[in-house]
């Protein structure tokens, strides 16, 4: 009998199984492996950017099973969040009791109740134990069993200001529950961005690094020639603003110091902007805990620097002098250090690596050659490992934060 004969006969369970979002699973990395998360869409336009999202958890490896109100089934089709997530949403509570076999003090229940929009409505009501709808009563379910939940507002921002709803967001953050967002603009409360929803949902789900304190030193410094240019570098800055992301996502207190960067900084991971050298040195006056200094920092200044614009139509000389060692200005002020190293060559990169340990008592150092850094891969050698690494910026740094968790 053919393939196909055998499939008309039997049926084919491991191929009516397959779903497209499957494909998708883990695409972008782990973080969200084996967990499982119940999405509670309700009834806000924003309701319209729940594929997406549930896409991105997906990526990352979760789980999602969706629960809607009535008003949500009418702003977006509940065959939309099937195709997304691969399960078909819970629109109402039924015989098989959805909210306690999934969110009850059951085996294998959902480890996190996202509700991503929420409504004003639906916030007064979870605050006020009212259960009403599908949504408040996964709600009312989650925070009996200790499931831990996570609010997304979206709104106008009149009904967000309305000190009766202020006041129910203060309720449910007293009881534990974790809001994002949300961001006003153009009258509205704007739901969070999907980056932000799912950085803030794998920080919930994570231990790693919780309650350490890390500062990661990004970008360039741009130093003064006269009133118009400056003599910086190439450097982007996306390394070290995948090391503050995978920080923050593992747990730790992020605080992210970037410089002339080229890429969008993270806006709910605390920060401050810097330009010189100077500027830097001034931020790091009162500094403590762990300390990654991924930056491309200048190792001249122009020794005079002209107050007007400097002609064009003529040779200049322009004299350089050395400036400090911002590793070595911090060094015995911060309780552990990850310095980084760029050589021209493999070798030369693992010598300098393994000397700054010894001469500048950096706890690890992370080094490459210039010829090894692209866009978005890279190849690095670090300290204590004793290894290469290579693959996506993010990929290396979370080789270095494990390095960091493995000797704190």
Not at 35 to 63: D, F, H, N, Q, Y
Not at 160 to 169: G, R, S
Not at 231 to 251: C, D, H, M, P, Q
Request: with cysteine; aromatic share 6%; glycine share 8%.
């Amino acid at each position: 009998m053919s393939l196909f004969g055998e499939i008309i006969k039997y049926g084919a369970p491991h191929l009516a199984s397959m779903h497209p979002s499957d494909h998708l699973k883990g695409s972008k990395g782990s973080d969200l492996q084996g967990k499982k998360i119940i999405l509670g869409v309700t009834g806000s336009i924003a309701a319209v950017e729940s594929v997406k999202l549930i896409r991105e958890l997906v990526r990352e490896g979760a789980e999602v099973i969706c629960v809607m109100t009535e008003w949500a089934q009418n702003i977006i089709h509940p065959y939309s969040l099937e195709f997304a997530s691969g399960t078909k949403p819970v629109t109402e509570i039924t015989g098989q009791v959805e909210h306690v076999s999934l969110c009850g003090k059951v085996p294998d229940k959902a480890d996190l109740f996202l509700i991503a929009p929420a409504t004003a409505n639906t916030v007064s009501k979870i605050a006020q134990g009212i259960d009403d709808t599908p949504v408040t009563t996964f709600a009312t379910t989650c925070m009996g069993s200790g499931i831990p939940i996570m609010i997304v507002p979206a709104m106008h921002q009149s009904m967000y200001e309305h000190p009766v709803v202020e006041e129910n967001i203060g309720k449910l953050r007293g009881r534990g529950i974790k809001f994002v967002g949300p961001y006003v603009s153009e009258g509205t409360a704007k739901v969070a961005s999907r980056d932000n929803i799912v950085d803030e949902v794998i920080r919930e789900l994570s231990e790693g690094l919780r309650g350490r304190k890390i500062t990661v030193v990004t970008g360039k410094t741009q130093e003064p020639m006269d009133s118009m240019r400056v003599i910086t570098n190439k450097a982007s800055g996306k390394s070290g603003l995948e090391l503050a992301r995978r920080a923050y996502r593992k747990g730790a207190d992020v605080e992210l110091w970037y410089g002339n960067v080229n890429v969008d900084v993270p806006e709910w991971i605390p920060h401050t902007e810097f330009h010189t050298f100077e500027d830097l040195m001034a931020l790091s006056e009162e500094i403590s805990g762990t300390f990654i200094v991924p930056a491309a920092l200048s190792d001249f200044g122009v020794r005079e620097v002209n107050k007007s614009k400097l002609p064009s139509d003529e040779p200049i000389i322009i004299e350089l002098q050395p400036l400090p060692k911002f590793i070595d200005a911090i060094r015995d002020r911060v309780d552990f250090l990850v310095a980084y190293k760029a050589a021209d060559t493999r070798e030369e990169a693992v010598e300098k690596a393994k000397a700054m340990v010894e001469e500048n008592r950096a706890d690890v150092v992370v080094a490459n050659s210039i010829r090894d850094v692209e866009d978005e891969h890279t190849r690095a050698y670090i300290t204590g490992t004793d290894r290469w690494f290579e693959g996506r910026k993010r990929d290396i740094a979370d080789r270095v934060l494990s390095e960091v968790e493995r000797r704190l």
